[in-house]
């Protein structure tokens, strides 16, 4: 059984950074794209960043855009999620997400096929 494992989420006071993880065990890594979305209470949940594991490339959401870079690291099966010059508005549970899939529309939810258990992240003063 797949597990996406998030860790890093917090308090931080906007300005801030914080670097949110995700580590992929329990099957043969085989994942194409792995991201980060977000739900904020009352909200839908949002695309936020997804990066193609082949080979690095990158997609943002434009209100991360600038402050945020995802990045991989191909032998621990972990994603990352750097977020710089935090704002109150990015405050919102983050969830990780994988797809083995050989094309994704990469900003619909629908479209990834494992998900983490989320992590609170709260940027506030």
């Known amino acids: 059984q797949v597990q996406l494992v998030e860790s890093g989420g917090g308090l931080v006071q906007p300005g801030g950074s914080l670097r949110l993880s995700c580590a992929a065990s329990?099957?043969?890594?085989?994942?194409?794209?792995m991201g980060w979305f977000r739900q904020a209470p009352g909200k839908e949940r949002e695309f936020v960043s997804t990066?193609?594991?082949?080979?690095?490339?990158?997609f943002y959401a434009d209100s991360v855009k600038g402050r945020f870079t995802i990045s991989r690291d191909n032998a621990e099966h972990t994603v990352y999620l750097q977020m710089t010059s935090l704002k109150p508005e990015d405050t919102a549970v983050y969830y990780c997400?994988?797809?083995?899939?050989?094309?994704?529309?990469?900003?619909?939810?629908?479209?990834?096929?494992?998900w983490g258990q989320g992590t609170q992240v709260t940027v506030s003063s």
């Open positions: 997400s994988a797809t083995s899939a050989s094309s994704v529309v990469v900003g619909s939810p629908g479209a990834y096929d494992d």
């Open positions: 329990g099957r043969t890594f085989d994942y194409n794209f």
């Open positions: 990066i193609v594991w082949r080979d690095g490339r990158t």
